[in-house]
């Protein structure tokens, strides 16, 4: 009866006991994330309950097992398992206690601040935190389970001597792995390019998506995604409408005749911006920029809080200018001109030229010959 009861009041009274404790310790968190409701931390670390239920399990029968006399053959196997377990959710809660703070540390910053692009910033650094401390915890962790082997043990001092000779050939082996690695962690800290940045890379203009340590995406207007790796920020020169601000002018181009009434068309630009919702009103401006022998062409200058605003507000421009010229003054649009051209003075209605016009000297009529 001894040998059932034994290895039955070791196990179950580890389950029990780490559900009951499991169990207060969410309660207790619930309690306070309620009262404390200007701060998410205490609803964040409840997302850590089942790997520290996991690691409490664990640790109860890893430390209770050698008295439960079960599986006695067995014992250093599944004492060596319940290391291995215990280690990788310890790992496992130390990523979600992590991630809790970062997070709340982050949701407290937005709050006070409110400027977009540091935001965004911040949010991109916090990102590239949490992977960063996920690979060195998940390293350390695979490393700790390593050495709970003893042949890993024994092989560690060689691995240690030839780890000189191995980090050199990794390093040539993954260079471009490292060059974007070490771009990641620039990206991140230099405040090149954030999540939210509005960019144009290789004449593509999008919105960043993602930022990982290796890679970045780019969301285009059509909804596509462009993945470059990060080392193309940091070697090559790309556009950040986002930087500094993201308020932007922006230009729309027409080509009208030279009869058209620029007054008139400055009148009815202010017209269309102050009915357009997008237009911030910091701007807007008509001028003629360029001639041609058949047209002129005229900048309209508008402005936008934002690159998305811009795009609304130079379309309804666009659409608008060309709809009013279209009805009230058809005759300012780009034509082709077909009347008959006027002739030179003197010239012969055929359109050639008479012979005194050639250089030549007509001689008198003999009435006139002395």
Not at 206 to 234: H, N
Request: net charge positive.
């Amino acid at each position: 009866m001894e040998n059932v009861l034994r290895p039955l009041t070791v196990v179950g009274g580890s389950v029990v006991l780490t559900l009951v404790i499991g169990w207060a310790v969410d309660r207790l968190m619930r309690r306070i994330d309620d009262q404390h409701s200007e701060t998410p931390l205490w609803g964040l670390l409840r997302r850590g309950r089942i790997p520290f239920q996991l690691v409490l399990c664990t640790a109860l029968l890893r430390g209770s097992y050698d008295q439960s006399g079960l599986f006695p053959s067995h014992s250093t196997g599944i004492g060596r398992a319940l290391t291995l377990v215990l280690i990788g959710s310890a790992a496992w809660l130390v990523i979600r206690t992590t991630a809790a703070i970062v997070e709340t540390s982050y949701v407290r910053y937005a709050s006070t601040h409110r400027d977009p692009a540091r935001v965004r910033r911040v949010r991109t650094q916090v990102t590239l935190i949490m992977r960063v401390v996920s690979a060195i915890v998940g390293v350390v962790a695979v490393a700790t389970m390593l050495l709970t082997f003893p042949a890993m043990r024994a092989a560690g001092a060689s691995l240690l001597a030839s780890a000189g000779v191995l980090g050199i050939v990794a390093g040539i082996a993954a260079q471009s792995t490292l060059s974007n690695l070490f771009a990641g962690l620039q990206i991140a800290f230099g405040d090149m390019v954030r999540l939210g940045d509005v960019v144009v890379v290789e004449g593509e203009w999008g919105t960043v998506d993602e930022i990982t340590l290796t890679f970045l995406t780019v969301r285009t207007w059509d909804e596509r995604r462009i993945t470059m790796p990060v080392s193309y920020f940091t070697s090559k020169p790309f556009e950040n409408w986002s930087r500094g601000g993201a308020q932007m002018t922006g230009t729309v181009f027409l080509h009208i005749d030279h009869s058209a009434p620029l007054p008139e068309m400055r009148e009815r630009l202010r017209d269309i911006l102050r009915e357009c919702p997008a237009w911030d009103g910091r701007h807007y401006d008509l001028t003629v920029t360029d001639s041609t022998p058949t047209t002129m062409e005229i900048r309209a200058l508008v402005t936008a809080k934002d690159p998305d605003d811009l795009w609304t507000v130079r379309v309804a421009v666009r659409e608008q200018l060309i709809r009013w010229l279209t009805e009230h003054h058809p005759y300012a649009l780009p034509r082709v001109n077909t009347a008959d051209a006027i002739l030179p003075p003197g010239s012969l209605p055929d359109g050639s030229v008479p012979r005194t016009n050639r250089g030549r000297i007509h001689a008198p009529p003999r009435s006139e010959r002395g």
